[in-house]
């Protein structure tokens, strides 16, 4: 494996001229003994417009796109054409981009050597690009994502559309179920979702819950609550998830706490508790 002499820049978004902020956009980077040309940008400027509200995404991502074009063109001449000047990064740049006062401006042009050009392009970009962003926010399970689900289960629109909102009320205090359905008593069926960031958080959830459900338990109105559960995506939750669930287990009205991986059983159960409410109202 030979050892090859590389030369790289750092394309900057310069906010402001006079105070000189800025945040590294992207890289650029020779191999003169491969006339090779590489080059890594952002994808996202989520970052940029936390720290510049202000910016002109638009602009940016204009730009940007007309660097990546002008790359393009000046790397495929790189590998067809006979080149008998000199190349230098320097000389790239200035026709990709000239320096001048706009927003996006290369940096100082530096050089190093490698045995794997690519892997090296990589690494630059990781350090001076990508290292303090923040990571990806992992979507988490909303209570819409769960009762989504749990609709899918029941196979039945007819069964579907029997759930309604319902307003459960003592004298001084009421609480509406989103998915309620009468037979004899109200069923009403919850999502909880504890797919959160923190412990504290899911804590918190399921105290409301408990105080919710603690306030309307002297209700007129017989009901029961099935709780369909989430639980944390993150591992190190588990405890906490723990902890949670022995707090809703404290509800002290008529209640059925159900894992989402079990909402199967529970679509089943309420199926045949509507197919018999149907039976015996079309038999009188």
Known sequence: MKLSTYEFAVL????????????NFGIIAYCKAKRKLLTQFK???ARLSAVFPDMDRHHIKSVARHISSAIDIESERLQKELIFEDVTLESVIGRILKRDDSSLQWSDVSAGVTFSFEEEVDRIFHRY???HDSP?????RTEQDIWRDFEKKLKSFSAVER??????SVRDDELEFKHAWKNGIWHCVEPISFDLSDADNMKDKA???????????????????YMLVSKPQDEGLAAAFEKAVKILNKIPTNKELIFEEDASSL???????IQD???QGSSH
């Open 277 to 279: 409410h149907d039976h």
């Open 267 to 273: 679509a089943d159960a309420m199926m045949m508790r």
């Open 12 to 23: 900057r978004y310069v906010h402001d001229r006079v105070t000189g902020e800025f945040i």
């Open 207 to 225: 105290h409301r819950w408990l105080g919710q459900m603690t306030s309307i338990q002297d209700a007129r109105e017989e009901f029961k609550l």
């Open 129 to 131: 690009v990508t290292y």
């Open 136 to 140: 990806a926010v992992r979507e988490r």
């Open 43 to 45: 994808t996202r400027t």
């Open 163 to 168: 759930f309604a909102p319902k307003k459960i």
